[in-house]
């Protein structure tokens, strides 16, 4: 196109974007555009689903707490295994660093019923359970409780309490690590493997918050009841 026309060519780049890990194991790559992009048939259950621009509806609504909102955007059809570019799910939104609201446990529930995946990861290989796990800390009493409901819920909906993150990490060395008990006890009930070892060769006892914790992770396990008329 000549100058005297004074119109530039633009050039439209299709950026590559990683999906992470397939049921093989292997990187799915696939081409995206900017904007929202919804999940395919063709990307597996495990895979993730990049999301390039601001938080998504469903996302805020379960990051807010707001119970009301997310019921509505379900009945619309808004997909609630939908990940951000960073991995993010909306059940990952609703075991939110600054909660837990009253009935945020409610949320957590409504979206498994609807067919949300618990056991997705983001880029960093982190589940929702991961995310619960790491959001309390004992050590500043300014900071919420109750996180130990959001994980029951998790847990009693089948969440995986043995996947590990991309540094070696099970949901157990994230509640040592914050010495959170009772989401350690929840863990340990739930058969989380302690002899797990991390990329840095480091159990959930090695990097235990306290010695409560240590107390709890080296405990020896409950004796069986015995059944009735024994």
């Not at 689903?49 to 707490?65: E, I, Q, R, S, V």
């Not at 939908?82 to 957590?108: F, H, N, R, W, Y």
């Not at 909906?157 to 990490?169: L, P, S, T, Y």
């Amino acid at each position: 196109m000549s100058a005297k026309m004074g119109t530039t060519l633009k050039t439209t780049m299709t950026p590559s974007v990683k999906l992470g890990r397939t049921a093989g194991g292997g990187v799915a790559v696939a081409k995206t555009t900017t904007g929202r992009v919804k999940p395919t048939a063709a990307l597996s259950a495990g895979t993730t689903t990049p999301y390039m621009g601001t938080m998504p509806p469903l996302h805020g609504a379960c990051h807010k707490g707001s119970s009301k909102e997310v019921k509505k955007l379900i009945a619309l059809g808004e997909d609630v295994n939908e990940q951000t570019k960073s991995g993010m799910t909306p059940l990952m939104c609703a075991v939110k660093v600054l909660g837990p609201k009253d009935g945020d446990d409610g949320i957590v529930a409504y979206l498994i019923e609807n067919k949300a995946n618990v056991n997705l990861q983001d880029i960093m290989g982190d589940t929702a359970l991961h995310i619960a796990c790491c959001s309390k800390d004992p050590s500043n009493p300014l900071l919420p409780k109750g996180f130990d409901n959001l994980t029951q819920v998790l847990i009693d909906r089948n969440a995986d309490v043995n996947i590990c993150n991309k540094i070696g990490q099970t949901a157990i060395h994230r509640a040592s690590l914050r010495g959170n008990n009772s989401m350690a006890k929840q863990l340990i009930e739930a058969k989380a493997d302690l002899e797990q070892i991390d990329r840095c060769g480091r159990t959930a006892l090695d990097i235990a918050f306290d010695q409560a914790m240590r107390d709890l992770l080296t405990a020896p396990p409950p004796e069986p009841e015995e059944a009735e008329g024994e």
